[in-house]
């Protein structure tokens, strides 16, 4: 725990103008970020005395090590760095609104030639214009299915598209009126856009007037006596009116608006959203998140409109914002979505009439989802909780293992043996800090040799990222550490797939790969593999960190240096949670280990032979049946295969007869030799 005036600056070098601060752990991780409109009088109220600060800030100052600070022009630019900050870092004492689920949008792609309607996820494309979020996909498809006979837009896949196009025949849509077939010249480009245009029109609230004007249209060919046309248009009018109806009228027709409620208590807060366009509740959404930073509601609801409004620009930011609480500075987040939107927004708190009546709504959604997300997570909490406390103490550690970390080697009778590193951090899988490793320092099946080979190059990687930050100063290593010094940057270390392309600078405050040290290191194995892992960390001077191994038969607990297996209760969720953590380690090894040995089986001795391709090594294969009937066909039987002449035959005969014959494959279960069957690959 750091002492908060051990980086106290110095008043005078605080400037008193807006700005942006960091502080950062002792790692230089960045733990939080915060703007103010004067840095001087802000960053004072953190250096107070620890007992007169809430626990949340406590937390936090006594964690950091040092802050920075960044001075900016005006309050609005403090906003928006903060946000950046905020999403480039995830500082963990930072709130931070996540949403609860995937939802889906209706999209409709105007930076196509042709545009497309269609249901999307994630994040938002440029060029493409949303409306949404709906609660399921099939309200959007319900919708689109009764505007498509008003606005016939193309939706189709791409592959679709060029199919019709190829053949000159539209899709189902095209013969029933449900879509233009631009596909097939019915349109041209610019009459299907304007379609597309007039679409996105209706769908951002402007339905009123369109509605009208069919209505007017109507009654014009009635008069005519184009009764077709006139029934036509009748039955678009009511298609029209039925989507309409699927969205409840809130406020009055030429509102767009969005109304953002809280529910929250000591610990968590949750936020709900309602989309109002054209006077509809057109999308909904929510999230729920830890209360990590000491805020109150002002401050919740500015997390909020960053989240919501911090990627989105032009109408995707409503004219008018309505909020439980303004926030701290509240002209400058209206500047701020101002400035997005690109014009004027009202940023204020509903008092009378029917948009205070829908903020009590939005308020009932935010308490019911509070609610709810606690009767859910209650459960998982208590129960990790608990299997963690079981684990400390049938370990006899001093505290939860917070973070634990699992090992386990794989390999195919000795061959591509690979190890694997899971990382679980309260009790729930962390697959960004997931690694994979090769085993290089022999060759064979050594399961214990392996896993003291694993175990010394993580926490020597884990040694050298501290010697390079400067946490601790050199030291002579133990008797008998091997030296990290010449070792070479470990390219079989091989990061995780959720993990690759993340590996951090120095100083961009960010975590290192091996950066984080684990209160728990399990293995996979007995004895000899828990003794073979507290020696790689005996070795290295590392005794802080506690080790134990699960063996498969019995699923006991082993402990170095105990000739007695701790035995957990089959109920015990202590041991369900090592058994959890042990059994995705042998996933993620195995998973490993298949790819490598898929890569390796692939390979055959026809790969060699110069100007043989692919095409005339697959019809050897496939005439002959497997590379070893190859080997016995003479040069005329290997001229027989279409495409093989007699120079590439004698070339096949002559690399065959110098591969030296592999060792049959044993199963070791059974201790049947299993006979190789196809190109390369045994079964």
């Known amino acids: 725990m750091a002492d908060p005036s051990s980086y106290r600056p110095k008043p005078g070098q605080i400037p008193d103008s807006p700005g942006v601060y960091r502080f950062r752990d002792e790692h230089r991780r960045v733990i939080y970020v915060g703007k103010a ?33 960044t001075v900016v022009s005006t309050e609005v630019e403090a906003l928006q ?21 995937s939802y889906p949008y209706l999209a409709v792609t105007l930076d196509e030639e042709f545009p497309r309607v269609q249901v999307m ?23 689109v299915d009764l505007m498509l006979r008003v606005f016939p837009v193309r939706t189709c896949s791409a592959g679709v598209f060029k199919n019709a196009a190829r053949t000159g025949r539209p899709c189902l849509l095209g013969y029933i009126g449900k879509c233009s077939a631009p596909c097939v010249g019915r349109v041209t480009p610019e009459e299907h856009r304007a379609l597309a245009e007039d679409f996105c029109d209706f769908m951002a609230g402007r339905t009123g007037s369109y509605i009208r004007r069919l209505e007017k249209d ?27 109806e699927k969205s409840a009228v809130v406020l009055a027709d030429a509102t767009d608006a969005d ?82 939107r690109g014009s004027q927004v009202s940023l204020r708190v509903p008092q009378r009439g029917d948009k205070k009546d829908l903020m009590a709504t939005v308020q009932r959604n935010a308490q019911q989802a509070l609610v709810l997300h606690k009767t859910k997570r209650a459960s998982d909490l208590t129960t990790r909780s608990r299997a963690l406390e079981e684990i400390a103490g049938a370990l006899g550690l001093d505290t939860a293992p917070l973070r634990i970390e699992c090992y386990d080697i794989s390999h195919l009778q000795g061959d591509d043996v690979v190890a694997s590193m899971v990382v679980f951090e309260d009790g729930l899988a962390r697959k960004s800090e997931y690694r994979r490793f090769q085993i290089k320092g022999f060759e064979g099946q050594d399961d214990v040799r392996s896993m003291h080979e694993v ?30 010094a010449g070792t070479p940057v470990d390219a079989a270390d091989v990061p995780g797939p959720a993990a690759v392309g993340t590996e ?30 507290r020696r790689a960390l005996d070795e290295l001077g590392i005794d802080d960190i506690a080790v134990c191994g699960l063996a498969k038969r019995l699923e006991e607990v082993w402990l170095p240096d105990d000739d007695d297996p701790v035995v957990l209760p089959r109920s015990s969720e202590g041991l369900y949670l090592l058994q959890r953590v042990r059994d995705e380690a042998h996933r993620f090894a195995i998973t490993y280990q298949r790819a490598k040995r898929a890569k390796r089986i692939r390979s055959s001795p026809l790969d060699a032979i110069s100007g043989l391709g692919e095409t005339r090594k697959q019809a050897l294969i496939k005439h002959f049946g497997s590379v070893k009937k190859l080997k016995q066909a003479t040069i005329d039987e290997i001229c027989e295969v279409p495409g093989i002449g007699r120079r590439t035959a004698e070339s096949v005969a002559v690399a065959l007869a110098s591969t030296a014959p592999a060792a049959p494959a044993v199963n070791t279960a059974t201790g049947e030799i299993i006979e190789e069957d196809d190109g390369g690959t045994t079964s």
């Open 218 to 244: 109507m009654m014009a060919a009635a008069e005519e006596m184009e009764y077709e046309r006139a029934a036509r248009l009748r039955d678009d009018v009511e298609a029209l009116k039925r989507a309409l």
């Open 37 to 69: 409109k004067n840095l001087r009088q802000r960053l004072a109220n953190y250096f107070q005395d620890l007992a007169s600060l809430h626990p949340r800030t406590r937390t936090m100052v006594t964690t950091a090590a040092s802050v920075e600070w």
């Open 81 to 101: 760095l903060e946000y950046s900050w905020i999403k480039e870092y995830d500082p963990r004492f930072n709130v931070k609104y996540r949403d609860d689920k």
């Open 455 to 484: 175990i010394g190059r993580r926490f020597r990687r884990y040694l050298q990222d501290k010697e390079r930050d400067g946490e601790w100063e050199e030291t002579p290593a133990p008797a008998g550490t091997p030296a990290p």
């Open 259 to 340: 109304l953002i409620a809280l529910a929250e208590d000591e610990l968590e807060a949750a936020v709900q959203i309602f989309h109002v366009r054209g006077g509809r509740v057109r999308g909904q959404r929510g999230w729920v998140t830890d209360r990590v930073e000491n805020v109150g509601t002002q401050g919740l609801v500015e997390h909020a409109l960053q989240q919501l409004y911090g990627e989105e620009t032009g109408d995707a930011v409503p004219k008018e914002v309505l909020v439980p609480a303004l926030p701290e500075d509240p002209d400058a987040v209206s500047q701020w979505l101002a400035d997005r």
């Open 504 to 533: 951090p600078r120095e100083d961009d405050g960010r975590p290192k790969r091996f950066a984080y040290p684990p209160q728990l290191v399990v293995v996979d194995g007995g004895q000899p593999q828990v003794a073979a892992a």
């Open 121 to 143: 996820r994630g994040a938002k494309k440029k060029g493409v214009r949303y409306f949404g979020p709906y609660g399921h996909a099939w309200a959007i498809r319900e919708t």
